[in-house]
């Protein structure tokens, strides 16, 4: 049996590197132009010197990208700027060309949409909107300057101003989703020539507020992205017959299923509007028609690891069928049910066994000692220990040093409880398996975040999964201490991720697992702090864990760090039936089909069935409700708002 190689990590540092060990030698212009593009973003963000270096590498790539090359020679080892070499910083992901579907033609697209509405066009600065704008900026500019137009490129945050000298800005960023940050950037662009805006859209709507507001905006609707004209069922058959690697037989594709043909243009039920596009395909193969899905993966080098993922055997996840540049054809999963609120014991020792098994098959090389320390950690150590860096530093490196407990590999980021279901047989799957590993959320490599989401998804305690992976794993090591890091790094993540798309069904699944989440980040919480006893020394005030806000601290749905809340009033003696029965009727009558009412442990949760503009009127007829209560503290919030029905921790 062969040793897996390692995956080496998306960080600057890498991708430096690599470009000095091309030096003067042919490389694939993509990945070139994406290397010199997030050394660009970085240097930026930095301040280096070597920025505006940087910028021109990476304009000088995109004309050769724009201009339909496939290869170049790698830029000189000089023209780096050796700082880069050595950052060990995670790549910051643009949503856009890493999980949502845009690719490089549709910057070249954009721009071509902006010259046919344009005769004689004025000098443009075309201003990349770091993160994502910025990737694609050079490119809109390669574009309009093969046409003749007079063209500067540069990137920009809001609150910054670019030297414009009298052009025309073009703002150019990923897919808005509110448009506030282009429309304060737009409406503060220098100089009397003024601001427009170039963007790829999901909808048409997403740019309202921004033409209200008087702001020229051009636009890429998603059914011209490249990702989706892929998946029309000529164009799909073609690219498959040129690119596909076929893990077994080659199939040719018979056609496309009807009603799923492509998500991005017929939304499949429980697909995010925002997730990159798939479409459900018939093949023809010797035994008769399959059915298989084709789903996009990023074709540059934010997909190196999610085609690496895909060609990972697993009886759980969908068998991979064919990997091309940027789709994965894989087994059609139908599920026959979906995973027990509270399945069996076996069903968890089966999922910790499917992690711990990709985890060997997607080894991460190791960082360096001097790597630099994640967000998520830092972020976690300063709830623990405040913002004093004399408690707050070395309680981040003692968090990292449990989570270096196992070895790094690449997390799957979908063992979220909506992921899991029973097959046909009887089996445990799961769907998901070709989520993009580098998550911008999440700088961590270890399978120990996968393993206590389990904990989550199961509804199992903690402990529970420390202790069967201590079964599983010989030599008597307690995991515990590094399970509950991994899951409040998890919890911070995933918190803000939950489903806010609402049917009852959906409204339920996702207010029980906010509401484990919560839960179990407050008992990770507490055990962390036992850890981390000794740094806190007499003069340091340790925040205590609240387990139970008196009132949402946030969005309706959201759990948090459990620290530095206020806490629900002492609620007194549980519950007598009587009230318990009290308080379920008023509940039924105030809810009105505004609130699904999902019952767990000793506690009733109110899911709200409102998109999340509807929250916060919502919120304020919580006081409503808690009047009508037998006990208006029986009322709290713990990940969602709970009504409490009995003996709670």
């Not at 540049?325 to 026959?336: F, N, R």
């Not at 919890?491 to 919560?518: D, F, H, S």
Request: proline residues 10%; charged residues 20%; positive net charge.
């Amino acid at each position: 049996m062969t040793t897996p190689s390692a995956i080496t990590p998306l960080t600057i540092g890498h991708l430096a590197r690599d470009l000095v060990s091309r030096a003067g030698q042919p490389m694939p212009v993509l990945r070139c132009y994406e290397s010199l593009a997030a050394l660009w973003v970085r240097s930026c963000d930095t301040g280096l010197p070597g920025a505006g270096a940087m910028r021109d590498m990476t304009l000088r790539a995109g004309r050769r990208l724009a201009a339909g090359e496939d290869t170049l020679i790698a830029p000189e080892v000089d023209r780096i700027p050796s700082r880069l070499t050595k950052d060990a910083s995670v790549v910051r992901l643009p949503a856009s060309l890493a999980v949502q579907g845009v690719e490089w033609p549709d910057a070249i697209a954009l721009a071509e949409a902006w010259l046919r509405d344009r005769q004689g066009a004025v000098p443009v600065l075309v201003a990349g909107v770091r993160t994502g704008g910025a990737y694609l900026a050079p490119l809109v500019a390669a574009r309009l300057e093969a046409a003749g137009v007079d063209v500067r490129v540069t990137s920009v945050r809001p609150g910054e101003t670019p030297d414009v000298a009298g052009r025309r800005v073009l703002l150019v960023d990923d897919p808005p989703l509110t448009g506030r940050t282009l429309l304060a950037l737009a409406r503060h662009v220098p100089g009397p020539a003024g601001g427009e805006v170039l963007v790829p859209v999901f909808d048409a709507g997403d740019v309202q507020g921004l033409l209200r507001e008087g702001i020229a905006v051009t636009v890429l609707p998603r059914e011209r992205w490249q990702s989706t004209r892929r998946l029309q069922p000529d164009a799909l058959s073609a690219y498959l017959d040129t690119h596909a690697h076929w893990q077994g037989p080659a199939w040719a594709v018979d056609g496309l299923v009807p009603g799923r043909e492509n998500s991005a243009l017929v939304p499949w039920p429980g697909v995010r509007r925002r997730s990159a596009a798939r479409a459900a395909v018939r093949l023809r193969t010797p035994a008769g028609l399959r059915h298989a899905v084709a789903g996009w993966v990023p074709p540059g080098i934010f997909g190196d690891a999610a085609r690496a993922a895909a060609t990972v055997r697993s009886p759980v996840v969908p068998a991979t069928l064919a990997v091309t540049p940027a789709l994965v054809v894989s087994e059609h999963l139908t599920p026959a049910a979906p995973l027990d609120r509270r399945p069996p014991p076996e069903r968890l020792q089966e999922a910790i066994d499917y992690v711990l098994a990709r985890a060997g098959q997607l080894p991460v090389q190791p960082g360096g000692p001097a790597g630099a320390m994640p967000t998520v950690l830092q972020n976690v150590a300063r709830a623990l220990a405040g913002t004093d860096d004399t408690v707050a530093v070395p309680a981040a490196a003692r968090l990292l040093q449990l989570l270096s407990a196992l070895a790094p590999a690449l997390p799957d980021h979908r063992c979220e409880a909506e992921k899991w279901l029973i097959d046909g047989a009887g089996r445990l799957r799961k769907t998901g398996h070709l989520a993009h590993p580098y998550r911008r959320d999440n700088e961590l490599l270890t399978p120990l975040l996968d393993l206590a989401a389990l904990s989550v998804a199961f509804g199992s305690p903690l402990d529970t999964v420390a202790d069967r992976l201590a079964r599983r794993i010989p030599g008597g090591r307690s995991w515990y201490a590094a399970l509950a890091v991994a899951l409040l790094c998890y919890g911070t993540a995933r918190g803000a991720q939950l489903p806010r798309t609402y049917n009852p069904q959906r409204a339920a699944e996702t207010a029980v697992e906010a509401y484990r989440l919560q839960t179990g980040m407050a008992q990770a919480a507490e055990a962390v702090q036992r850890v981390l006893a000794d740094l806190f020394g007499p003069q340091t005030a340790v925040p205590r864990v609240v387990h139970r806000w008196q009132e949402p601290p946030g969005a309706l749905v959201q759990p948090r760090l459990p620290f530095g809340g206020t806490a629900a009033r002492p609620s007194g003696p549980a519950p007598t039936a009587e009230e318990t029965q009290m308080a379920l009727k008023a509940v039924a009558r105030w809810a009105e089909g505004r609130i699904q009412p999902v019952q767990e442990d000793g506690v009733l949760l109110l899911a709200p069935l409102q998109a999340p503009a509807g929250w916060p009127r919502d919120r304020a007829a919580l006081e409503e409700l808690a009047r009508m209560l037998p006990r208006p503290e029986l009322l709290a919030w713990c990940g969602v708002p709970i009504v409490v029905l009995g003996e709670v921790s």
